[in-house]
Each structure stands twice: as structure tokens, then as C-alpha cells.
């Protein structure tokens, strides 16, 4: 089993930038694909992100327009999402998740893809 611990949400007015961060531990980090989903109050988990056990390939949401970035440090069991171009319409709990039954696919855009998932970290983006 491993665990998923996610930092780095916070208050950030529109256009800011903010760099989540996801630790994991308990289990192999690089058997996992890793991924982001966001969840905004009174509304469905979207997903954001996925990232490839060796961090070679990506995958994203539409909505994401180039204005985030998913990365992974496997020596530090660690996924990040850097968010810019922070939008009001962007704050949710963000929230990774892992998933070791395959590599990187494009069903790893849906939440019953995994099976571990942190707690989430609260972005809110002012106007």
C-alpha cells in the first residue's frame, strides 16, 4: 500500500503560480503512474494530470490549456503539478492519486483508475 501525502495549496491571487507537491511512501514509487484530479465544491472530481512511472510521458486534462505541468522525482518519491496563469475557476482540493496496474494510458483520465489517494490540498485563486 502506499501513501500519499500532497503540500504545497494555498491562497494565490489570479495569474499567480503555485507548485503542488505529492509524497508517497510505503511502496516502489516508480510502479506507479501518478495523477492529479481537482475538486471544486458542490461539483465532480475533474482530472488534471497523469504522469508515466518513469516520467517520460504526460497526459492532461482539455481544460488545461498548457497552463499546468506535471512532474516527478523518482529519487525523491515525489509528483509535483506546477499550476500558472491562476484562474478564480481553478480553485478546488487538489488531489494526487496512484495507480500501479499499468503504465501510462489514456484511461488514466478516470478516477476508478486508482486505488490510493491522498487528501488533497486547498488552492484558492482571488480575483
Known amino acids: 500500500q502506499v501513501q500519499l501525502v500532497e503540500s504545497g495549496g494555498g491562497l494565490v491571487q489570479a495569474g499567480g503560480s503555485l507548485r503542488l507537491s505529492c509524497a508517497a511512501s510505503?511502496?516502489?514509487?516508480?510502479?506507479?503512474?501518478m495523477a492529479w484530479f481537482r475538486q471544486a465544491p458542490g461539483k465532480e472530481r475533474v482530472f488534471v494530470a497523469a504522469i508515466s512511472r518513469g516520467g517520460h510521458a504526460t497526459y492532461y486534462g482539455n481544460f488545461v490549456e498548457g497552463r499546468f505541468a506535471i512532474s516527478r522525482d523518482n529519487t525523491k518519491n515525489t509528483v509535483y503539478l506546477q499550476l500558472n496563469s491562476l484562474k478564480p475557476g481553478d480553485t478546488a482540493v487538489y488531489s494526487c492519486?496512484?495507480?500501479?496496474?499499468?503504465?501510462?494510458?489514456?484511461?488514466?483520465?478516470?478516477?476508478?483508475?486508482?486505488?490510493?489517494w491522498g487528501q488533497g490540498t486547498q488552492v484558492t485563486v482571488s480575483s
Open positions: 492519486a496512484a495507480d500501479q496496474t499499468t503504465d501510462l494510458r489514456t484511461d488514466h483520465a478516470y478516477d476508478f483508475r486508482y486505488d490510493h
Open positions: 510505503g511502496r516502489t514509487f516508480t510502479n506507479y503512474v
